[in-house]
């Protein structure tokens, strides 16, 4: 069975692909978790991160000690885990909004140093494995 999937969320300005995208889902980021078994999509996706991480920047808690200082919202793998499994995630939008922090959160504390450029490469990775796992062109 296909996907039924919609790109009107516009949720970053780096990812206008997916408001591109026409499909006949009028609110494919209100789609929940238990629609189409999406939540095995999401652990997939996960799963691909924590194995493209090697050196495991992005699983723990960044608990740093300036990364307070820049850092409003901190998100890491471990906690997305722990709340997929936990069933906190009630849409996909909310799944990818938080993946996306990590990236951003990367970006805004490591700026364009060797962790930064690590976190880029694997935002770009994350992006295109959603795409293939959510059919988007």
Same mark, same amino acid.
């Given at each position: ?36 078994? #999406? ?9 691909? #991160? ?50 996306? #922090? ?19 490469? #694997? ?15």
């Amino acid at each position: 069975m296909g996907v039924a999937v919609c790109g009107s969320f516009g949720l970053h300005s780096s990812l206008l692909y997916l408001s591109a995208v026409t499909v006949s889902c009028p609110n494919w980021s209100k789609l929940t978790l238990r629609h189409l078994n #999406l939540s095995k999509k999401c652990q997939y996706l996960l799963i691909k #991160l924590y194995s493209e991480d090697k050196k495991r920047i992005f699983g723990p808690n960044p608990n740093y000690t300036d990364y307070s200082e820049y850092i409003e919202k901190p998100m890491w793998l471990d906690k997305i885990k722990d709340k997929l499994t936990s069933g906190l995630y009630d849409t996909v939008e909310q799944f990818f909004k938080d993946i996306h #922090l990590i990236f951003s959160n990367c970006a805004k504390f490591n700026k364009d140093n060797k962790f930064g450029k690590i976190g880029h490469a #694997l935002r770009s990775a994350f992006d295109a494995d959603f795409k293939h796992a959510f059919g988007l062109q």
